[in-house]
Structures are given as structure tokens and as C-alpha cells.
């Protein structure tokens, strides 16, 4: 979320013997990012009774509880379903609803065989069903080595339908379906998230430590155990530019130079940068940061488009905090009304004590 409006120049370390080439690619990013999945309740799975509608909790000695994964998997290939990758969600040419879809992950995850579901269970399952049903057209990717830049980079950059694992008794899943405005001063980020647990949308807080990244969900920070991601095999590279190549030799560490006004960026807007690049053996590797181009956009404290900084902009950022509103007129960011990197009430307190007490101006 770093700022830039002079030419900067990114520098990366390689540690590979036998590089071949290389691809700087910037893409748009959304401060306010949706990809508009539905909600599905886990406990619709998992009887083990004879009554699937008794709420199948492990209380009960049911297996509704270790099914967030195959539900959260579910919504993932529904949502790659209505982007025209549709074979995993077929059988015989009809359509599966999502509970059977969720149904049938759950088998082959080996929830019933194992009376709960593990991490490594997931993705093997996972795999295992798009090698019956997707025939190559969809993959699954995961790792343990989590952080927001991943999951933003997973999630919207490249694009995908990101799902993970919090830790707890049982593990929670989470279907990643956007994010929303700038980190707060303690860098935590907004999530959306469809969790099937109570088959709700709702905002989590993400944050990322020294040992990996949590986030807060019933009532506590849970450690974020696995992140997977389901994309096509082939992803189509869309609003992704090239804007710089090369092959070899590559020196280390390799700088680059972004300059937004060469690229025509857009004042005030966020971009991704990646650095791709590949070796002689054929493996991959990429590295993103998300910058904002900003040099001089909007009037500051002016939120909502009108020329003028005044009360009605306060109820405006009032609005957009606390009640869900519009975000300001070019972007999310712009409530940062003292710009000490986070969009929070200090931002609001701030506006006022400028409004009414000639406190400083906001920032921007």
C-alpha cells in the first residue's frame, strides 16, 4: 500500500544458478475487491443418523462440523461454474447443486472413512476430484506459508477462489470473496469472507505476525493453518499488462524501474507489480508488491466529489466507516484523514477537530 508519484525503482535478490527470463507485469487493484460468492450451510452435510435435517453436529456424534472444507470447495467450483469452467460441477450433463458437490468432496476428502477432515485430506481430495471431473480444466494450489500479500496476490492479481483453514476444534473454513480499504495502524486487513460455519458473508480482521498470519474469528485470533486456491489450469490473463521483459544474462540483485507517468497510470489508484520470472530447468517464480500511484487527484478532505471540504464530507466518512457507505471519491484510501497509513475512527477525530476546533487540514 505503498505510495508513489515519482519514478521508483524495485530491486529483488535471486538466488537461482541458471535463469533464463523475465516479465515485469502491473495489473489494477481494488481497494473495495468482491468476487460475489454465495453462502452455504455446512451443517446441511454430514448426517450420520438418518435425519439430515437434525443440524448434524459433532455434538451429536454427527460429522456436520468437519465439513466447512467440501463447502467452502463447493462455492469455489460454483463460482468457476458461472465463469464458464463448469465440468467439475456436471455429472451426466446436469448441473450439481452445491450440497451435492459439497457432498461428494466430502467423499473424497475421506471425511466419513476418517470421521473428520485433515489439512493434507483437503487438498488431496481436492485433487483427486478434479482428476475425475474437471479432465485438466480447473487446479488447486495451497501453502503454509501464509501472509496477506499472498492471499491478496492469490486472490485478486492473478485471480482464484482462495479458501483456508484457521486453527480450532475442528478446523474453520473460509471462502475468500474480497477485501475492503487500507490496513489499520495495528496492519490489519479486512477481509470478506462466506463462512459456511454459520452460512454467513461477513468481515474478518487478517493480520500477519513473525510466525505466520491469524485471523480474529469467534472471538479470537486463530492461527491461519493451510490456504488453498482454485483456479483454471490455464487462467486467462485478464487486466494483466506486460510492460518489460528480458532473458539473460539477469544480474542479482535485478532492479526496475516503475515509472507511472511513462505507463499512463491513473492518479490515485492501486496497482499490482509483479516480477515473473522462469529457468532453464522450466520452473516458475513471481513476487508482487501493491503500490498506489497518487500525486495530486482530489481536494483534500473533499469525499464526496462536490469541490468542497465540509460537514457534509464528515457524514460522508462517518457514513463509510461505521455504516457501510460509499467509499470517498477516489477510493477507500482517501479517508486516511491523517494519513498515518490506516483508515480508522483517529481519521474521523481527526476531520473534527480540523472542522471545528482549526485543528490541521486533512491530509488528503
Known amino acids: 500500500f505503498s505510495r508513489f508519484c515519482d519514478p521508483i525503482t524495485a530491486s529483488y535478490s535471486l538466488a537461482d544458478e541458471n535463469l533464463l527470463s523475465w516479465a515485469a507485469i502491473r495489473t489494477p487493484a481494488d481497494i473495495e475487491h468482491r468476487k ?27 460429522l456436520g462440523d468437519f465439513y466447512g472444507g467440501p463447502a467452502v470447495g463447493a462455492l469455489a467450483l460454483e463460482y468457476w461454474f458461472n465463469q464458464g469452467f463448469g465440468q467439475s460441477m456436471q455429472i451426466g450433463g446436469s448441473k450439481l447443486t452445491i450440497q451435492q458437490a459439497a457432498d461428494r468432496l466430502g467423499g473424497f476428502m475421506q471425511i466419513p472413512v476418517n470421521g473428520g477432515l485433515e489439512d493434507d485430506w483437503f487438498v488431496f481430495g481436492f485433487q483427486s476430484y478434479l482428476a475425475v471431473t474437471g479432465f485438466s480444466e480447473q487446479k488447486i494450489e495451497f501453502t503454509r506459508d501464509v501472509s496477506y500479500s499472498v492471499l491478496r496476490n492469490w486472490a485478486e492479481e492473478i485471480g482464484g477462489v482462495v479458501m483456508f483453514a484457521v486453527d480450532g476444534v475442528p478446523g474453520r473454513w473460509l471462502a475468500v470473496d474480497g477485501f475492503s480499504g487500507l490496513p489499520t495502524t495495528q496492519n490489519a486487513f479486512r477481509v470478506v469472507v462466506s463462512d459456511p460455519f454459520d452460512a454467513t458473508t461477513k468481515f474478518v480482521f487478517w493480520r500477519d505476525t513473525q510466525s505466520g ?83 495530486d487527484a482530489f481536494a483534500a478532505g473533499d469525499y464526496d466529489g462536490d469541490g468542497l471540504a465540509n460537514i457534509s464530507d464528515l457524514v460522508f466518512a462517518i457514513n463509510f466507516q461505521l455504516f457501510g457507505g460509499p467509499a470517498p471519491v477516489g477510493g477507500a484510501g482517501r479517508a486516511d484523514a491523517n494519513c498515518n497509513g490506516g483508515v480508522e475512527t483517529s481519521d474521523l477525530h481527526h476531520y473534527v477537530f480540523w472542522l471545528f476546533a482549526g485543528g490541521p487540514a486533512p491530509c488528503q
Open 213 to 295: 498470519s491469524e485471523v480474529f474469528i469467534g472471538g479470537a485470533w486463530r492461527d491461519v493453518a493451510l490456504m488453498t486456491r482454485l483456479l483454471p489450469a490455464n487462467p486467462p490473463p485478464v487486466g494483466r499488462t506486460q510492460f518489460n521483459d528480458g532473458f539473460i544474462p539477469i544480474p542479482s540483485p535485478f532492479s526496475l524501474q516503475i515509472d507511472g507517468a511513462a505507463q499512463n497510470l491513473v492518479d490515485g489508484n492501486f496497482y499490482f507489480f509483479t516480477l515473473e520470472m522462469s529457468d532453464f530447468d522450466g520452473n516458475l517464480g513471481a513476487e508482487t508488491v501493491l503500490l498506489r500511484y497518487i500525486c
Open 36 to 62: 460475489t460468492l454465495g453462502i452455504f450451510n455446512q451443517f446441511q452435510l454430514g448426517d450420520n443418523n438418518g435425519n439430515p435435517n437434525d443440524g448434524n453436529s459433532a455434538a451429536n456424534g454427527e
